[in-house]
């Protein structure tokens, strides 16, 4: 399994875009890049998935260059509500033993 | 739509007391069953996955296991629970093998050794 390495915490304020990148310098072919987000006392849910260039859907982006060797969730226009701890991982479809590292706690300041 | 079930919410249990927490998902045939147990402001650490009834793979040795006694039914337990025990367990499922879809968690129990 790809290792990933992600800044352990950011700040932002309400209305800014967040932007947090993720390396996964060993990433394999069949590999797909999935980030969850997670609220205190809470399960990770599902933000996004990708394999390359760029996918959006109604939460965020996932920026993915052509070496696949990093990836970038942009969260457009955070409020204090996107607080959270957002983890990236990396695996195919036949891993089940997906690495949730410490993630990275995003504050949102009003 | 699935939707996946876990309890209880929190709990609180003396040391080598017994432990059964119990997962159940609705909505899918044969999904994957995951058990992951957090600590505080850690990361998820997998415990137990299970690609079908009967099939348990552990991933960490201790002095929890886990069952699955119907399909879409995921048991974690233990005999004689230990202080380090202590942390948010969390439940999770995704579809069989094949996929890429991601995996979907339940709400958590938060369960305090005393």
């Not at chain 1, 993915?64 to 226009?77: E, G, H, V």
């Not at chain 2, 629970?81 to 499922?93: H, K, P, R, V």
Request: aromatic letters at 10%.
């Amino acid at each position: 399994l790809a290792k990933t390495t992600q800044p352990i915490s950011m700040d932002s304020y309400e209305g800014q875009e967040v932007n947090i990148t993720c390396s996964h310098n060993n990433i394999a072919t069949n590999d797909y890049i999935t980030w969850y987000q997670q609220f205190p006392s809470q399960g990770p849910r599902f933000i996004i998935q990708g394999y390359k260039t760029k996918v959006t859907n109604e939460v965020a982006s996932l920026f993915i260059p052509a070496d696949r060797k990093s990836s970038t969730l942009s969260l457009p226009r955070v409020s204090l509500s996107d607080t959270a701890v957002y983890y990236c991982l990396v695996g195919d479809k036949n891993d089940y033993k997906l690495s949730f590292g410490a993630g990275t706690t995003v504050t949102v300041r009003a | 739509s699935q939707t996946i079930h876990q309890w209880p919410a929190t709990l609180v249990q003396p040391v080598g007391s017994p432990l059964s927490l119990e997962c159940t998902v609705e909505g899918t045939s044969n999904p994957n069953l995951y058990w992951y147990r957090q600590a505080a402001g850690r990361g998820l650490q997998l415990l137990f996955y299970s690609v079908g009834i009967g099939q348990i793979s552990s991933e960490v040795p201790q002095n929890l296991s886990a069952s699955r006694p119907q399909d879409r039914q995921f048991i974690l337990s233990s005999k004689k629970l230990l202080l380090s025990d202590s942390g948010f367990y969390l439940c999770a499922w995704s579809f069989p093998s094949g996929s890429n879809q991601p995996q979907h968690f339940g709400d958590g129990t938060r369960l305090s050794i005393l």
